[in-house]
């Protein structure tokens, strides 16, 4: 995401070129500010408890070795959110991924984006 919010931002930049600085870093400031306003914990928290991840991944993200159910507290936004949508699209089937798949069908990026979010603030 933020990757690509910099792509963006660096062919704006080359668009701009010949238009005065204080704008070009007004343009910047904005991109930047939308990059961090990415995900919504709030609503990451609430889809977490909706969607029954808790059920194997614990309340705080702890994990349970019993149902193989990894540890996702503290893990990136960007790697949960990308996980997450690997085993929607079943792109990834190790392990017991397949008994996620059914949870996470109904989700859509941005909620993937809001629950990764809300995991990277779990210690
Ligand atoms: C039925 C139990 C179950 C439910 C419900 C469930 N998961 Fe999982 N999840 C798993 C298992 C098992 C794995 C490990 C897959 C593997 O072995 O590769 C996993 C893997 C993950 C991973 C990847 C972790 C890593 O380190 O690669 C993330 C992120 C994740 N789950 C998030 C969620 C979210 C968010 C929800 C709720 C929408 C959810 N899970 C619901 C069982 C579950």
Redesign the pocket.
Known sequence: MLVSDLKIEVIVVNLLKGVPMKFMTLVSLAFISFSTLAGDAANGAKL?AA???V???GKNGEGNAA????R?AG?FGWY?EA??KF?KEGKRT????A??KP??AS?SDKDMQD?GAHLEKLK
């Open positions: 977490y969607k029954g991840c059920t194997c991944h149902m193989k159910a990894p996702i893990q949960v996980q997450i085993i190790t392990g017991a991924s008994t996620m949870m996470v989700l629950i």
